[in-house]
């Protein structure tokens, strides 16, 4: 098992910037693939950013593609996401979530049934 918690939402305004922050415990962090989906009301969950176990890969949506940035200390077993440039539509609850199943030749890395363990969200409000 592993658990997931998520801190550093709040409120900003457009062109702010902010960075989230997940805490691991539990199973081996070192060797999971990380990743943070969000949530906007009334919307599915959406794909935002993974980076592999090792940190070599990072893959990120087209819509937050040059102003977010996924890093990992598997020291301290945290993964964060850097958010810069944010937009009113960038408002959702931000999830992180974990895998420990191979990123590569799976059509579900960027699905929320790629991965096995959720944390319980953060909320990210960018007013105009």
């Known amino acids: 098992q592993v658990q997931l918690a998520e801190s550093g939402g709040g409120l900003v305004q457009a062109g702010d910037s902010l960075r989230l922050s997940c805490a691991a415990s539990?199973?081996?962090?070192?060797?999971?693939?990380m990743g943070w989906f969000r949530q906007a009301p009334g919307k599915a969950r959406d794909f935002v950013a993974v980076?592999?176990?090792?940190?070599?890969?990072?893959y990120y949506a087209d819509s937050v593609k040059g102003r977010f940035s996924i890093s990992r200390d598997n020291a301290k077993s945290t993964v964060y996401l850097q958010m810069n440039s944010l937009k009113p539509e960038d408002t959702a609850i931000y999830y992180c979530?974990?895998?420990?199943?191979?990123?590569?030749?799976?059509?579900?890395?960027?699905?929320?049934?790629?991965?096995?363990?959720w944390g319980q969200g953060t909320q990210v409000t960018v007013s105009s």
């Open positions: 980076i592999s176990w090792s940190g070599d890969g990072t």
């Open positions: 539990g199973r081996a962090f070192s060797r999971a693939n």
């Open positions: 979530a974990a895998t420990y199943i191979t990123l590569y030749g799976r059509s579900t890395w960027n699905t929320q049934a790629g991965y096995e363990y």
